[in-house]
């Protein structure tokens, strides 16, 4: 069962068409990405997913309902958690206080003390939001997503601006979300965060999906390079296998299919009868793929 099914969307401005024919399926309880560069459409497409913006045609469903119909976005909007790229909280509220008006929306919330415990904003319950940290302000706007216990949230940059352990926190907080059945919709321009998060990733440029699949998958159709090295000690570059960069004493190597060179090098060493000292292989990463993707004039259109 799909969490949300999009089919045949269009979105312009005017003569600028933003979302040209799209089509989307997010399974339920999944972890998906939409990433894209400035332009693509990727704000378009989530704030007609959320209701917060018309569409010109074709379908969208979101947990069984269209977005677009108000009696169905009344309802929407008691199942559906949203954290924003900007925060956008009340300054002179307390955390404890804006969370529990918060929580009077809703039929079974998640206890306030509980999130206060799980986002680590204790400390600063009772102070007002004006004078708490930007890190805090954030794990503030994710707590008042979470306590209708949402089965969709949507993530806008959730950890931007917040220090590595408290990212790491948070991450690990959606995973936790996710495993108790909540579907995620991530935009992030931290790939190592999609990365790590995302089950499914889109790849959206001039309003359309030019790739999609798990990040292992889009890492696979890109044509991103694995980067092998060693220290080359006494050998010249006319002594080692074709291709090296010499570089500080240590021989680059930058290879679509490392497979064939590193047989190549495991050859050479043993006829050489040398170690290869210091060897790494570093694979690509979603990040390599996704510069790699958007630069593929045959997927992008020449972006």
């Given at each position: 069962m799909n969490a949300i099914t999009v089919e045949n969307l269009v979105k312009s401005y005017g003569t600028n068409l933003v979302l040209d024919d799209l089509a989307l399926e997010v399974p339920e309880g999944s972890i998906v990405s939409l990433l894209g560069p400035n332009g693509a459409g990727k704000t378009s497409l989530v704030e007609i997913l959320e209701g917060h913006r018309g569409r010109d045609s074709g379908l969208v469903s979101v947990c069984g309902l269209d977005p677009e119909v108000r009696k169905d976005f009344k309802i929407l909007r008691t199942q559906m958690g949203v954290v924003l790229q900007q925060t956008m909280l009340e300054p002179g509220i307390s955390s404890r206080d804006l969370l529990r008006r918060q929580a009077s929306y809703y039929a079974n919330p998640i206890p306030v003390h509980e999130l206060l415990g799980m986002l680590d904003l204790e400390e600063k319950a009772d102070a007002f939001v004006r004078t708490l940290s930007g890190g805090m302000r954030r794990r503030l706007d994710i707590a008042l997503a979470l306590i209708g216990r949402p089965r969709m949230l949507f993530l806008d940059e959730p950890t931007t601006g917040l220090d590595p352990l408290s990212r790491r926190k948070i991450r690990n907080l959606v995973k936790d979300v996710n495993r108790q059945g909540t579907t995620v919709v991530l935009t992030s321009h931290?790939?190592?965060?999609?990365?790590?998060?995302?089950?499914?990733?889109?790849?959206?440029?001039?309003?359309?999906?030019?790739?999609?699949?798990?990040?292992?998958?889009?890492?696979?159709?890109?044509?991103?390079?694995?980067?092998?090295?060693?220290?080359?000690?006494?050998?010249?570059?006319?002594?080692?296998?074709?291709?090296?960069?010499?570089?500080?004493?240590?021989?680059?190597?930058?290879?679509?299919?490392?497979?064939?060179?590193?047989?190549?090098?495991?050859?050479?060493?043993?006829?050489?009868?040398?170690?290869?000292?210091?060897?790494?292989?570093?694979?690509?990463?979603?990040?390599?793929?996704?510069?790699?993707?958007?630069?593929?004039?045959?997927?992008?259109?020449?972006?």
């Amino acid at each position: 069962m799909n969490a949300i099914t999009v089919e045949n969307l269009v979105k312009s401005y005017g003569t600028n068409l933003v979302l040209d024919d799209l089509a989307l399926e997010v399974p339920e309880g999944s972890i998906v990405s939409l990433l894209g560069p400035n332009g693509a459409g990727k704000t378009s497409l989530v704030e007609i997913l959320e209701g917060h913006r018309g569409r010109d045609s074709g379908l969208v469903s979101v947990c069984g309902l269209d977005p677009e119909v108000r009696k169905d976005f009344k309802i929407l909007r008691t199942q559906m958690g949203v954290v924003l790229q900007q925060t956008m909280l009340e300054p002179g509220i307390s955390s404890r206080d804006l969370l529990r008006r918060q929580a009077s929306y809703y039929a079974n919330p998640i206890p306030v003390h509980e999130l206060l415990g799980m986002l680590d904003l204790e400390e600063k319950a009772d102070a007002f939001v004006r004078t708490l940290s930007g890190g805090m302000r954030r794990r503030l706007d994710i707590a008042l997503a979470l306590i209708g216990r949402p089965r969709m949230l949507f993530l806008d940059e959730p950890t931007t601006g917040l220090d590595p352990l408290s990212r790491r926190k948070i991450r690990n907080l959606v995973k936790d979300v996710n495993r108790q059945g909540t579907t995620v919709v991530l935009t992030s321009h931290d790939l190592e965060e999609v990365q790590e998060l995302a089950q499914n990733v889109h790849v959206l440029a001039a309003g359309r999906f030019i790739a999609e699949g798990t990040p292992r998958e889009l890492i696979a159709q890109s044509t991103a390079e694995t980067v092998i090295e060693f220290l080359h000690g006494s050998f010249g570059i006319a002594e080692l296998p074709a291709g090296a960069k010499l570089v500080d004493g240590v021989a680059t190597y930058r290879t679509i299919d490392p497979e064939p060179l590193l047989a190549e090098l495991n050859a050479w060493s043993q006829l050489t009868g040398t170690t290869l000292r210091g060897l790494t292989v570093v694979p690509p990463s979603l990040d390599d793929a996704y510069v790699n993707l958007i630069h593929n004039p045959s997927y992008s259109g020449g972006i």
